[in-house]
Structures are given as C-alpha cells and as structure tokens.
Nanobody, 128 residues
Framework: EVQLVESGGGEVQPGGSLRLSCAAS????????MYWVRQAPGKGLEWVSG????????FYADSVKGRFTISRDNAKDSLYLQLNNLKTEDTAMYYC?????????????????????WGQGTLVTVSS
C-alpha cells in the first residue's frame, strides 16, 4: 500500500522559508518520479514541482520558479521541497504525489491534478 506522509508546514511571514518533507513507503521509491501539488483555500489543485526517479530532471510551475527547490533522497525514501521567499499566494495545503513512471510525465502535468493515493498534506500559511 502506497503511503505518503508530508510534514514541515507552518506559518511564516512573507519572505520566509520552509522545508517540506514527504516520507514514502509501500513502493520502490527510487523507481518513480515524484511531485508536489498544492491547493490554496477555495481553489483547485495545482502542480507545483516534479522530479524524476534519478533526480536528473525537475519541473517547476512558473509561479514558484526560482523560489522553490525540489529534491529527493532515494536512500531515505524521502522527497523534499525547499520554499524560499514565500509569498502570501503560496498559502496552501501541500501534498506529495507518486508518479506512475520513472521519468517526469509532462502530459500528466498539462492536466489539472487528480487526487490519488496522497498523504494528508501539510499546511503552509504565509501571512504578515
């Protein structure tokens, strides 16, 4: 059974930083691309970032490019998202999601995310 447990969220002021983590179990983590998805209050799901199985390729939504950094540690079955220079519009519940393949699936990311076997999410609140 796929299990994903997100952590690291919290409340920060604009310009602040957070590091989100996702602990994965129930599948061979090193064989799949992984993604971060978020849902702001009252809005739909949005792709934030993705990383292929071997960490050679990454994707970022335009809204976070240059501020967020995705990484993974296959030895620890863990996915990370470093959030820097946070803005109020980054306020959202953040989820990690397992891909279906090792490479990044750009076709998948052209469509709105559909909730699957995700974790409970971790809440990021950016407020002054």
């Amino acid at each position: 059974e796929v299990q994903l447990v997100e952590s690291g969220g919290g409340e920060v002021q604009p310009g602040g930083s957070l590091r989100l983590s996702c602990a994965a179990s129930g599948f061979t983590f090193s064989s799949y691309a992984m993604y971060w998805v978020r849902q702001a209050p009252g809005k739909g799901l949005e792709w934030v970032s993705g990383i292929n199985a071997g960490s050679q390729s990454t994707f970022y939504a335009d809204s976070v490019k240059g501020r967020f950094t995705i990484s993974r540690d296959n030895a620890k079955d863990s996915l990370y998202l470093q959030l820097n220079n946070l803005k109020t519009e980054d306020t959202a519940m953040y989820y990690c999601a397992k891909g279906d393949f090792a490479p990044l699936d750009y076709n998948l990311m052209r469509r709105p995310p559909v909730r699957g076997a995700w974790g409970q999410g971790t809440l990021v609140t950016v407020s002054s």
